[in-house]
């Protein structure tokens, strides 16, 4: 047996079992019409916290495991803007939380750094990366946190990889392309790790807007979003699995038989349910110098989404989310199932949000240990509050958590015993791990 299958093995075990009920369930999609107030598959109401944080239902608890400016182990202080997240249980049994901060040049938070991979014109090193929090696995006390990557800029989102590590995806936006042209990638960062990584971009995956990542622990293969209103979504074919600097090839989903336009922004030409085959093209200048890599990737046919950006990865198929996507704006979720045996992968447009108490503007998104959909809202508008919301099998939409500061929730994910999920409040930033009824 390869160290990779080896690995693999332990991210299903980890990751899948999930997916396996959501499979199970039969997964009967819908979106649309109305909605119990509290499904019958739900945890329940969720009850006002006491300190006016975040509400949960009957038996949740959270703990605040990590606010903005907290002294560090290293020496520098907790940065701000905590997006994407991802736990890994590490060989000593104790957990690691490797969190993205989105920051960028003027947020001010590269003053304490003294290393890392890209500088400002003036000097000063880039302020976005990675911390990482480790913690006693029992307890959820925090033994030590520290940055793991510094100099890069609006780390967004990412995802885990079956061999231990994070893969932080940089989200520099269409004038950020133009302006910093190291700029774009995703980086590596093992779990293990002790202190700040020498990382290095991870060229052949492309320079663009990216937001997710999310791996085939089958194939090696990475699937990625971007978030643009016209984006592609893209895998990264590995040369070698699990050794991404080895380089591949960057391809984009064309669908076979339906609209290449999935946002259903004039029409409904994507109809909820529906299922298509894909298939993929390969991409050519990934390193995108004119920053023009989907408008390449469309005119050779590539299908558009409005805004991709929570993915995940579980047993033999992948869940993404479109932000803005559908008639009403309020965001869409795809579900993607890779081909065996020589057969299509096949696209499904699994549920779209037509009211807000849905979901309003879902982002990040996991799969909980009972096989539900946990999504990241990510709103500002006059409405204060974000949620999470769960997202059964059969497209019943529930409130999971409600956050009573105007800032969006970001990096939900589950310990992989699935007791404990922790979620970061974007700005001023805060890390909880949130225990209770899980698995009922």
Known sequence: MTEFQTDRRIFMKATGSAFAALLASGCMARGGGSIAAV?????????????????????????????????????????????????????????????????VPGDGAGTELKAGYGRMPDGAILPGGTTTIV??????????????????????????TPWGSWLTCEEPSSRG????????????????????????PLKAMGR????????????????????????????????????????????AMVIEGGSADTRNKESATFAVGAEYDVRWITLDKVENPDGDLRERGAQQGAAIFARGEGLHYGDDELYFCCTSGGAANLGQIFRLTPGLNGKA???????????????????????GPNGHLVVCED????????????????????????????????????????????????????????????IA
């Open 135 to 160: 913690l006693d696995a029992e307890t959820l006390a925090v033994e030590k946190q520290f940055r793991s990557l510094a100099g890069t800029m609006r780390n967004c989102s990412g995802g885990i």
């Open 208 to 251: 663009f807007n990216h937001e997710a990542a999310a791996v085939d622990p089958a194939t090696g293969i990475v699937y990625l979003t971007e978030d643009e209103g016209d984006s592609l979504f893209y895998r990264f074919v590995p040369k070698t699995p699990g050794k991404l600097a080895d380089g591949g090839a960057l391809q």
């Open 345 to 367: 992968d096949k696209l499904q447009l699994f549920f779209e949000s037509s009211d807000p108490e849905q979901f309003n503007y879902g982002d990040n998104l996991c799969v």
């Open 39 to 103: 499904p019958a598959k739900s945890y329940g109401p969720l009850v006002p916290d006491p300190a006016g944080f975040l509400d949960l239902p009957q038996g949740f608890s959270y703990k605040v495991l990590s606010r903005l400016d907290d002294a560090m182990s290293d020496g520098g202080t907790v940065p701000d803007k905590a997006d994407g997240m991802g736990c890994f249980k590490l060989p000593d049994g104790k957990l690691a939380l490797v969190r993205n901060h989105e920051l």
């Open 379 to 438: 709103q500002y508008t006059d409405v204060v509050d974000n949620h999470l919301r769960g997202l059964t099998p059969d497209g019943e939409v529930y409130d999971l958590a409600r956050l009573n500061e105007q800032t969006e929730l970001a990096g939900a994910c589950f310990s992989p015993d699935g007791k404990t999920m922790f979620v970061n409040s974007y700005s001023p930033t805060a890390t909880v791990a949130i225990t209770g009824p899980w």
């Open 177 to 200: 392309l133009k302006l910093l042209p190291k700029h774009g990638y995703v980086f590596e960062i093992p779990a293990a790790a002790t202190g700040m990584v020498d990382a290095q």
